[in-house]
């Protein structure tokens, strides 16, 4: 059982910093146009050879309704039609990339996200299925964790039954909050009963797993309003909660900018959303996964996590970083061995690349020995809270202390104010340091100090 964490509001005010989320390191802001198609093609060339498992994860990108707060990449749409020529160029890229890979090498994860999956008729949901089925090797046995994002608003009984029977086991479903006046302040309007048709349906459904995500920090929320949504959510008893922060970045995000930022509540309330939120799930049975993640004691996360087995990806935390991630679509990134790639962003440029029989892979990194040495201490600490020495040292050939004896003194720093137990053997993150993990990671971040701080959120 892991120590649960401490709350210390000393500590958060003097840690809580702007930084990456690490869903990748180095993060994919020190990616650039370098790497293309060409690097991809070698990658899963190399993939093929070593026979590794994949995870795939597919972006739809139509959304009918624009929600103010969202900075995910998207095409707001009423025209349903504008699904088909983008179906085109995902078929034909599903095509292009999986005549790279071995028909042995199985899918363990699969992911629809977007967006809003469901945008797609259901036609159309098995046309994707159907392609993905046809050039990879998906598991037929509901093993796999194949799992979409679900809307409430975009799908009733009869869309859940078509997906059980496509063969997704796992639902995300988007809540933020069930406040109507912050519902209407960031332009989603959607009930309890909504969600929960949806919740009922996919228990009936035997669905293995459902995620309901939060965000606090939007304009209108009180301590008191969120305390009640999450109270709601509770009673829903999904397998995982995710506890989101609000970053308002009006100036990179477009749709952020119709937000009055005179709604947003004061970072004492926010702090306070996050306390209470923090004591209501954890007392209704809730583990602390880590960066705003919650699972039940019996879900897969919480017992990879005590398993030491527990990974991070771009799909969050993850129980098949082993997998190489394909990612397929607009925007969507893929990490193979150490190359991390990405997809252009630009719908008309994504279409046009594929339309030309070239793949649409604009920017992307691969990683030094350097950058895997930190990716393994990153990867330590924010998924399982410790470090062992010994283990790197082993891993990487080097002396720890050594390699790493400019930030001694900050972590000497970090240990005299008790966020982290330091010693000749490893890294040990208290109870109160597990809320500010990314700032310990940061230290290990070689690329940080040259970025600009305000492209990040705030740790808390």
Same mark, same amino acid.
């Given at each position: ?286 583990? +602390? ?113 050594? +390699? ?57």
């Amino acid at each position: 059982m892991l120590d649960a964490i401490r709350w210390d509001t000393d500590l958060i005010h003097r840690y809580d910093l702007a930084g990456p989320r690490y869903t990748s390191y180095p993060t994919a802001v020190q990616w650039h146009n370098q790497v293309g198609a060409v690097e991809l093609l070698h990658a899963l060339r190399d993939s093929r050879k070593a026979a590794r498992p994949l995870s795939l994860y597919v972006h739809v990108p139509f959304c009918a309704n624009v929600c103010y707060y969202c900075a995910c990449n998207k095409v707001i749409t009423k025209d349903r039609g504008r699904a088909r020529p983008y179906l085109q160029s995902l078929t034909q890229e599903i095509e292009t990339v999986a005549c790279h890979l071995g028909p042995k090498q199985v899918v363990e994860q699969l992911h629809l996200g977007g967006g809003t999956p469901t945008f797609l008729s259901h036609d159309e949901l098995r046309q994707v299925m159907g392609s993905l089925r046809r050039h990879f090797n998906l598991l037929e046995d509901d093993s796999g964790d194949y799992g979409i994002e679900i809307d409430p608003r975009e799908a009733d009984w009869a869309t859940m039954g078509l997906l059980r029977e496509l063969g997704f086991n796992r639902v995300s479903i988007g809540l933020q909050d069930l406040d109507p006046h912050v519902q209407r302040a960031v332009n989603r309007l959607q009930s309890l009963e909504e969600t929960r048709a949806v919740i009922d349906a996919a228990r009936t459904l035997q669905f293995r797993s459902i995620n309901i995500d939060l965000i606090y920090g939007l304009p209108r929320q009180s301590p008191l309003s969120f305390a009640h949504t999450v109270e709601e959510v509770i009673r829903l008893q999904p397998d995982r909660v995710s506890v989101f922060n609000y970053a308002h970045l009006p100036e990179r995000f477009m749709p952020q900018r119709r937000i009055n930022s005179d709604d947003l509540p004061t970072p004492v309330a926010k702090l306070l959303m996050l306390h209470t939120t923090l004591e209501q799930l954890t007392q209704a049975g809730y583990r +602390y996964i880590g960066m705003d993640h919650f699972a039940l004691p019996d879900d897969a996360l919480a017992i990879a996590q005590e398993d030491s087995t527990l990974q991070r990806n771009f799909q969050g935390y993850t129980t098949h970083g082993h997998c190489d991630l394909i990612g397929l679509g607009v925007s969507a990134i893929s990490q193979i061995g150490d190359l991390y790639c990405q997809n252009t962003s630009d719908l008309g440029a994504y279409q046009s690349a594929l339309a030309g029989a070239q793949l649409a892979t604009s920017r992307g990194l691969l990683c030094t020995q350097d950058d895997r040495l930190r990716r393994a201490i990153i990867q330590q600490l924010i998924c399982h809270f410790q470090l062992d020495f010994e283990r790197i040292e082993r891993a990487f050939t080097l002396d720890f202390r050594g +390699y790493f004896a400019a930030l001694w003194p900050q972590l000497q720093t970090m240990a005299g104010d008790g966020l982290i137990e330091l010693d000749a053997r490893g890294i040990r993150v208290l109870p109160a340091g597990r809320l500010l993990v990314r700032s310990l990671c940061m230290l290990f971040d070689a690329y940080l100090a040259q970025q600009n701080r305000q492209r990040f959120s705030r740790v808390i």
